[in-house]
């Protein structure tokens, strides 16, 4: 049994490029569980404010049950779970998991493979980072699931069946956008080499976006992050959107996100195309969070 391709193939809900990551989620969540207690079990009443945690940090926009991927898992067969009654889940109910005393833990025969093969652990992270999660999300996930990896193990470029990444993409998003980060202007360079400049995926790698400079903008670290994250996003005309759900009360924070609200993009350079319309409408659908604020004064 090939549990990497198991892993890659967890079954979704899937629509036009709709995220569905809650079975990634919670199947990182129990690795990182079983790396630190191999003979944990999980119950639901205890984890089910960390997997909502996780589907509200990590997951798409709209709210979902952390119930679902709880029961539905079992299908894909890496995890089982179990109740007062003996095997096999109650459904997706929240009130019947918890009155059996439901509770989950990865598959018997996986569990035997990951003592007998610890690499695997960190392989099967990959995948699932991989394919449902932008790499500038990687390290942050990991530490919220409790999963500590290898620098090498965190890289995605060897996921079984996923097509490569153009590693020409960063140069050609940064010279369109002339070296400086499209919502801010930073430009900063280390001797002739940029630094803290990324090229960013608007429609995410992850989720079928490809590595053209339509799909792209070149940012600064910081707002990277928070374009990955969903506290920016691209509006109407190109302007910037800053979302309500954002909070921040120093100067630092209202300068660098708050009062970008309305500016619009900078670059790309003339006859460059700018990103377009779908790739655009994706992030704000499955990634930008809730509303955007006014535009700044």
Request: hydrophobic residues 40%; glycine residues 12%.
């Amino acid at each position: 049994m090939d549990w990497l391709e198991r892993a890659a193939g967890l079954r979704q809900w899937s629509r036009d490029g709709v995220r569905a990551p809650h079975k990634p989620l919670l199947l990182l969540y129990a690795l990182g569980r079983f790396q630190a207690d191999a003979g944990d079990t999980l119950p639901y009443s205890a984890v089910e404010a960390d997997l909502k945690q996780l589907l509200a940090e990590y997951g798409p926009a709209r709210v979902t049950t952390p119930a679902y991927p709880f029961h539905h898992l079992v299908s894909d067969g890496v995890w089982e779970v179990r109740t007062d009654r003996g095997g096999g889940s109650p459904g997706t109910g929240v009130r019947e998991l918890r009155a059996g005393g439901a509770t989950g833990r990865l598959a018997p025969g996986l569990r035997a493979e990951l003592l007998r093969e610890p690499s695997l652990l960190g392989r099967m992270a990959r995948v699932l980072l991989d394919l449902h999660f932008p790499p500038s999300l990687h390290q942050d996930l990991c530490e919220a699931v409790g999963l500590e990896l290898e620098p090498a193990q965190t890289d995605a470029s060897a996921s079984p069946g996923r097509r490569g990444r153009d590693r020409r993409m960063r140069e050609m998003v940064l010279t369109a956008y002339e070296y400086q980060c499209a919502f801010c202007g930073y430009d900063g360079m280390l001797g002739t080499s940029p630094v803290g400049l990324e090229a960013a995926h608007v429609r995410w790698w992850a989720f079928d976006g490809p590595d053209d400079v339509d799909n792209g903008l070149c940012l600064c670290s910081l707002h990277h992050k928070l374009f990955d994250k969903g506290v920016l996003g691209m509006g109407d005309g190109h302007r910037i959107l800053v979302s309500q759900r954002f909070i921040g009360r120093s100067t630092a924070a209202r300068d660098h996100v708050t009062a970008l609200a309305g500016r619009p993009l900078i670059g790309p350079q003339p006859g460059i195309r700018p990103v377009a319309e779908p790739h655009r409408t994706w992030h704000t659908s499955q990634v930008f969070r809730g509303s955007p604020r006014p535009a700044a004064v």
